[in-house]
DNA sequence: CTTTCGTCCTGACTGC
DNA sequence: TGCAGTCAGGACGAAA
């Protein structure tokens, strides 16, 4: 599931094949995926250069040289492939870039959560979806007095708090899990008493899980790109995720899989507190 | 204001 | 083998 590292990885990829190069040909082949695409959207694309490809929280951002940016998400099931030239298409292949170096970057998202706008690139914090989402976790203005503050006075579960991108940027259901395993904190407890040196440790925690992904990310994709074209997803080295039933790495506790929120949290309930 | 919950969608999987 | 039912999850937007 796209969370931080996984779209870092993706933005990478598409960076090393899309910056600095001209969109030659760009196509849709629905009107919506989880919106409906901005007018004229494939007119816009077209013909502009790719700037640059970045991320910020879960969302791709590509700038174009006419001073708007391509905003995307993948969503739950959105992927990215690309291959040099004209792939058969699959099912679900949404939209189709093809750069004046003949690489073609197919979205393609099944399920179809996923969106894609375009927006000016100078109001791209002021966007919709943009807007109230949280710090970067990877970033320098996140630490664990800004978490610390974040969580003030929150009511719910440190898991689901965690979640709320408006919180922090990127954590999603995975990470959430592992960055509570990592520093030792219940996900049933409440965000308000995550303070002081919890919230330090799991700002902490945050940081080095995210980090690690990306490493992970990076050092398992040979150019950014795996044989079949797909960016972006790599084997994870989970502690917790989908260990239920499972030794705790650290103790002599069973990994044990709970539902808040309608979202599964899997955790140590021995070592973690 | 905060928090919870339903919803979108399809593929993978389970059980009969 | 088939088919119905369940689950997965990001994040909006309505409801409480």
Redesign the pocket.
Known sequence: ???LPEVETVARGLAKRLEGRKLVKVETRRGDL?WPFPKGFAKRLTGRRVDKVRRR???IVAELDDGNALLA?L???GRMLLSKGRPELE??DHVIFETDEGWVLRFND????GMMDIVATEKLEKH??IKGIGPEPLGNDFSGPVLAAALK?????IK?AI?D?KVVAGV???YASEALYRARISPKRL?YTVQGDRAEKLALAIKIVLNEAVAAGGSSLRDYVQADGELGYFQHKWRV?EKEGQDCPDCAGKIRRI?Q????TFYCPSCQR
């Not at 099944?110 to 959560?113: E, M």
């Not at 006075?153 to 579960?157: F, L, N, V």
């Open positions: 599931m796209p969370e989880r929280a879960k969302y998400h969503g739950m099931s099912t679900h099944a399920r179809r959560f919709k979806l006075g929150k009511k719910t579960s689901a979640l991108q999603g259901n995975i965000a995720y539902v929120g309608g979202r599964s």
